[in-house]
Structure formats: C-alpha cells, structure tokens
C-alpha cells in the first residue's frame, strides 16, 4: 500500500513537473513575439519644425510606447522620401507605409475625399465631424470611397478636431465676398471651389511652398491652418492684415493612412492600437494646441499686425457661395451621398447643441465681464 502511494506520488510529481514546464513555456511565447519589431516608414506632409509636424511624432510616440516596441513608426517629415502632394500614392504603393496629413489634400483623387477634411459649413465643428465619421456612418462612407470607387490600397483613420481656421493673410481688410474678384489666393480641397465662386483666381500650394510665392508676388492672401503654423511658415514678414474666423474651412482633422495590405497584414492587437492611438490623440493634441496656439497668437501680436475678425458679410457671402459648391459639386453621385449624411447628422444633433449650448456671443460677454 504504501509503495502505490509512493509512485502515486512520484507521478504526480511528474505530471505537475510537466504541467509547470509547459506553463513556463506558454507565458514565454509572448515575450518572444513582443521582441521582434517591425519598423514602419512613417511620412507627415508637414515640414519638420511645423506644429502638424510635432503631432505627427507625438502620434508616433503614442504607438511606438503602446506596442511595446513590437511596431516602430519612424517618423519622416515631408519630402523625405516624396513630395508632400504624393504621400498618400507613396502609401498606397507600399514606398511608404504609413502617412499623416489631411482629406483636403487629396481632392484631386475625387472632390468627395475634401467632404471626409473640410466639409461645407453646416453650422457644426470638428467636434461634431469626428463624431459623424465614427458614429454617422461617415466611416462606411470613407471606406467606399478609398477603397471601392477609388480602388487605393489605404486605410485610413480620422483624428483630430481642429479649431475654425483663419480667413487668412492679406495686404488689406476684407469686408465682403467681393473683395476676392481677381485676387490670387492659396488654399487647399474644397475651398478652392468657393473661393472660386467668390471670384478669386485659386492656387493649391504645400505649406512650405506658401510664403514664398507671396514674397515674389505669386500670390496676393492666403491661408493655412493656425497661428503656430502661421508665424513659423513666416506669413508676417510678407502680409500684416491678418483675418481671423471663416466658414471655408470651419473644420478640420488630421488623416492617417496606412498600406492596407501591411496594415491587415498586423496581429489584432496592433491593428488596434494604430486605431485607438489616434483617439487618445486628439484629445492630448488638442490640448497641447490650445497652449501653443495662444502664445504664437500672442507673438504675432507683437510683429505690427493687424488682427481683424471677419465680418458678418464676408460668413454670409461664403454661405452664399457654399450652396453653389455644393449644388454642382453634388451632380455627382457619391458627393451628394456624402452631403445628405452629413446633413442628416448636423440636423438631429445640432438641434440639442443649439439649444443646450451657451452662445458664442454670450461666451465673449461673459469674457469680458471678467477680462475686459
């Protein structure tokens, strides 16, 4: 009896032996998998010390420390490997595999891509933009558009919501749509079709491309995107007029695009967080910009130029000039399937923001009750 429980014993032993080898060899697995790092060319269409830049690495940042080393974006600032214009065809090739830019960039590819960047002015904000496109169905819509009309090898994620960006920089005050007959004037997607319709001769410029054809005289106003960017891309040596708030470009995100064969290609878990990580960016990007933004806002101040609010004529002149966009734009199937999932999303939910939210007026008196 006492020898049966002896190799009773033993075999207990034994199989817990086993049993314990192979739990050490099942927690192991991992490990091995989190050491082998797959590096990513990464590429901005910003130049290198731009704030849009900045939040291109810190996107970067975000992935790299998330994935635990396991996928490496190694961030490469514009015209590092091509153009800015040609980043997402370098992405969709597989030259690159990764792109951080904006919609409004590719509106060449199809006017509706501009609809996913800098959508007409329905009365909402990125805010309401990002929610669109995760919530609205403007996801499904993007897909179809990328991947099943314009055939590109991407997948893309939307982050990111911009502040109302400036009229722009000028030798003078505008104070109506008119004032644009002849001028030559640089921006990007979609408000080159209402700048159009306001009489202005457009040109589409890169950012570093901007300030120097308005220092030869190739452009007389343009507009970027923000004061930090502003100031660093040089617009106050060359302009002292500059216009703040608009409706060209009421909102604003980031795009970034991935090659969607190596993209799919990921363990679940990195898919993931390539998604997730633009989330927790937009927010953490936002912030940094409100602190960032303010103080170049400040500086420039101080460079002798003139900051004026865009005037209630000029918002109305573009509202005139977006029904126009958006009437012959929208001939075309897709962009008017776009357009009424937009307008379906602003008419339900800026009903309860409207009617919630403090006014912008009332927010200015109640700032200069207590800042004068």
Not at 199 to 228: H, K, Q, W, Y
Not at 286 to 306: A, C, Q
Request: net charge positive; with cysteine; glycine share 8%.
């Amino acid at each position: 009896m006492a020898k049966d429980k002896l190799s009773t014993r033993a075999t207990r032993r034994k199989f817990l032996g086993g049993a314990a080898v192979s739990g050490v060899a099942t927690i192991a697995m991992p490990q091995v998998s989190r050491a082998q790092t797959v590096t990513w060319k990464y590429q901005s269409t910003w130049p290198t010390k731009d704030i849009f830049h900045d939040d291109a690495v810190d996107y970067a940042k975000k992935v790299n420390e998330m994935s635990g080393g396991r996928l490496k974006l190694d961030v490469l600032a514009a015209g590092a490997v091509v153009p800015a214009f040609q980043m997402s065809d370098a992405v969709n090739s597989g030259i690159l595999e990764a792109g951080h830019g904006v919609c409004a960039y590719w509106y060449g590819k199809h006017k509706a891509y501009s609809l996913f960047g800098t959508p007409p002015s329905f009365g909402w904000d990125a805010h309401g933009m990002l929610a669109w496109f995760y919530y609205g169905g403007g996801e499904a819509l993007y897909k179809e558009l990328v991947n099943d009309i314009l055939k590109l090898n991407l997948v893309g994620f939307l982050y990111f919501p911009m502040p109302t960006q400036p009229l722009g920089w000028f030798k003078k005050e505008i104070k109506a749509g008119d004032d644009f007959k002849g001028m030559k004037y640089r921006t990007v997607g979609l408000s080159a079709d209402l700048f159009k319709e306001l009489g202005a001769a457009v040109t589409i410029l890169a950012g570093g491309e901007i300030v120097p054809a308005m220092d030869r005289g190739l452009l007389d106003a343009a507009e970027f995107n923000n004061p930090s960017s502003d100031i660093l891309l040089g617009f106050p040596d060359v302009s002292k007029f500059y216009m703040m708030g608009s409706h060209h470009q009421q909102m604003e995100s980031f795009e970034i695009i991935f090659n969607k064969q190596k993209f799919d290609a990921l363990p679940a878990e990195l898919r993931a967080i390539l998604r997730y990580a633009t989330m927790a960016a937009s927010s953490d990007q936002l912030w940094y910009s409100y602190d960032r933004y303010t103080k170049d806002f400040e500086e420039i101040k101080k460079r002798g130029v003139n900051i004026i609010k865009t005037s209630s004529k000029v918002y109305d002149d573009q509202i005139k000039a977006w029904d126009k966009v958006i009437e012959n734009q929208s001939k075309e199937p897709f962009f008017a399937k776009v357009i009424a999932s937009q307008k379906a999303w602003v008419k339900r939910t800026s009903a309860y923001l409207n009617t919630n939210n403090t006014p912008s007026a009332e927010l200015e008196k109640a700032y200069k009750h207590f800042f004068g």
